[in-house]
């Protein structure tokens, strides 16, 4: 029965993680850069995929069992000691990884999410208004689109360590 739970959970947390990563990666290195190019137009594409195409909720449900997978997989790999596991080579490196990860959720919800939902709301409500955004509008638009970026340089950054901390883990003699 261990044996079938660390392999569930192993499932769990390897495509949640490629979904997360992969989304995160995407958006950041080609949607996040065109919609900018095609603005307005590209807040409006940005604006229906997190709402209409609900990649928001894709992204909060596959980080979520990211972390919650991740966590359960280095309890039962520590046995619930993370202190003596962490002077291994792989624990100090799944440990490092994981907090790294932890990190990149919380900016994702609070930098990124927030934001977006923000971003999302102006934009239907531009779209609804059929005229051009105000003054006002267009001044929010870009104080939320500058508050994702960096938010999103951060995490791109924190995941790219994260990923390189986990795939090598196992590998860290010491």
Not at 135 to 146: F, I, N, S, Y
Not at 161 to 172: H, P, V
Request: aromatic content about 12%; hydrophobic content about 50%.
């Amino acid at each position: 029965m261990q044996m079938f739970y660390l392999i569930v959970l192993r499932f769990v947390h390897v495509v949640s993680s490629v979904c997360w990563a992969g989304g995160g990666f995407v958006n950041f290195m080609f949607l996040g850069p065109t919609a900018k190019d095609l603005a307005p137009a590209g807040t409006q594409f940005i604006a229906h995929m997190a709402g209409k195409r609900r990649f928001m909720p894709f992204m909060v449900i596959n980080s979520t069992l990211t972390v919650l997978s991740g966590a359960l997989l280095l309890w039962a790999s520590t046995g619930g000691d993370l202190v003596t596991y962490m002077q291994t080579g792989p624990g100090l490196g799944f440990a490092l990884g994981s907090l790294a990860g932890i990190v990149v959720y919380f900016v994702g919800m609070f930098g990124v999410g927030m934001p977006m939902g923000k971003l999302t709301q102006l934009g239907e409500e531009i779209q609804k208004a059929g005229t051009p955004p105000t003054p006002a509008q267009v001044a929010a638009m870009q104080k939320l689109e500058k508050t994702i970026s960096l938010n999103e340089k951060i995490d791109f950054a924190l995941v790219l360590a994260s990923l390189i901390l986990m795939g090598t883990a196992r590998y860290w003699l010491f």
